[in-house]
């Protein structure tokens, strides 16, 4: 079955450091991933997907991710983080049936 | 572009009455689905509609749960009657087809005292 695994609850940073959430994923065939954030009393944001192509995945708000095919990995990145990245991410793959299938959430803190 | 709206943002009720949720989608958007998160857990699919028909509703669960999307527009989804563990964020997203993005609503807040 298609899913995602997001092994940390919560990931604290410094503002102007390096981000990495991570992600796992198992599927059967080609991995449709995604990630979305949540902002407090906002609804699910969009920030990027791999669907083929090159591995490295640039999305909105200057966020990227890699996927890594031998590691079963998409981890999300940023090269300095900001006190306004702190929210939600969740890490998604698209199911057989076109559903989406969440991870559990990994809160991201960005103290200043 | 409009995206996705839900109402109400917010509904508290009581166990055994009825709560209908709405989702617009973003115009043209053929595809539409309907998913929750109960408290601190994962966001699970509830159903997938295209246009007015529904593709897949296995994550349904149970027959106090009702969704429907007249006319392929917006879609409603109907708790009657609502139970404690019916309480959670509903979310709504639409998308123009597989594989693209879904793009989700600001969901409704479910509160079942």
């Given at each position: 079955?298609?899913?995602?695994a997001?092994?940390?609850?919560?990931?604290?940073?410094?503002?102007?450091?390096?981000?990495?959430?991570?992600?796992t994923?198992?599927?059967?065939?080609?991995?449709?991933?995604?990630?979305?954030?949540?902002?407090?009393?906002?609804?699910?944001?969009?920030?990027?997907?791999?669907?083929?192509?090159?591995?490295?995945?640039?999305?909105?708000?200057?966020?990227?991710?890699?996927?890594?095919?031998?590691?079963t990995s998409?981890?999300?990145?940023?090269?300095?983080?900001?006190?306004?990245?702190?929210?939600?991410?969740?890490?998604?793959?698209?199911?057989?049936?076109?559903?989406?299938?969440?991870?559990?959430?990994?809160?991201?803190?960005?103290?200043? | 572009?409009?995206?996705?709206?839900?109402?109400?943002?917010?509904?508290?009720?009581?166990?055994?009455?009825?709560?209908?949720?709405?989702?617009?989608?973003?115009?043209?958007?053929?595809?539409?689905?309907?998913?929750?998160?109960?408290?601190?857990?994962?966001?699970?699919?509830?159903?997938?509609?295209?246009?007015?028909?529904?593709?897949?509703?296995?994550?349904?669960?149970?027959?106090?749960?009702?969704?429907?999307?007249?006319?392929?527009?917006?879609?409603?989804?109907?708790?009657?009657?609502?139970?404690?563990?019916?309480?959670?964020?509903?979310?709504?997203?639409?998308?123009?087809?597989?594989?693209?993005?879904?793009?989700?609503?600001?969901?409704?807040?479910?509160?079942?005292?």
């Open positions: 079955a298609q899913s995602v997001q092994p940390e609850d919560q990931v604290n940073v410094a503002e102007g450091n390096p981000l990495t959430v991570k992600c994923y198992s599927v059967s065939g080609n991995p449709y991933l995604f990630w979305y954030v949540q902002y407090p009393n906002r609804g699910l944001q969009f920030l990027l997907k791999y669907i083929t192509g090159d591995n490295l995945v640039k999305g909105s708000y200057g966020f990227e991710a890699e996927f890594n095919k031998s590691q998409f981890h999300l990145k940023k090269p300095s983080a900001l006190v306004s990245d702190s929210a939600l991410y969740f890490c998604a793959v698209r199911g057989y049936n076109n559903d989406m299938r969440f991870g559990a959430g990994t809160r991201l803190t960005v103290k200043p | 572009e409009a995206g996705v709206t839900q109402f109400p943002s917010h509904s508290v009720i009581e166990k055994g009455q009825t709560v209908t949720l709405r989702c617009d989608p973003i115009s043209g958007h053929d595809n539409l689905y309907w998913y929750r998160r109960v408290m601190g857990k994962e966001i699970k699919f509830l159903l997938h509609f295209v246009k007015e028909s529904k593709q897949d509703e296995s994550g349904m669960p149970n027959n106090r749960f009702l969704a429907e999307r007249t006319g392929g527009t917006y879609s409603t989804l109907k708790v009657q009657p609502a139970e404690l563990e019916d309480s959670g964020v509903y979310f709504c997203a639409s998308s123009t087809g597989f594989p693209d993005t879904q793009y989700f609503g600001p969901g409704t807040r479910l509160t079942v005292l």
